[in-house]
């Protein structure tokens, strides 16, 4: 699994726990909802307030 973070622009170094956490969650989350298929290639996720 691959994971990248960048706050405004900036790449956020994880470390391989971290990495597992946040990724494992996104996955998580997003695989539970209606309609995705089971053998999706790639996740993006941009957050903004």
Partial sequence: ???RLLVNGEE???NEF????LG???IGA???LRGIKKDWK???VKVTK
Avoid: R
Avoid at 18 to 21: D, E
């Fill in 18 to 21: 971290a990495a597992k956490i």
């Fill in 42 to 44: 790639e996740i993006e």
């Fill in 12 to 14: 956020i170094e994880l």
């Fill in 30 to 32: 997003v695989t539970s």
């Fill in 1 to 3: 699994m691959g994971i």
């Fill in 24 to 26: 494992g969650t996104i």
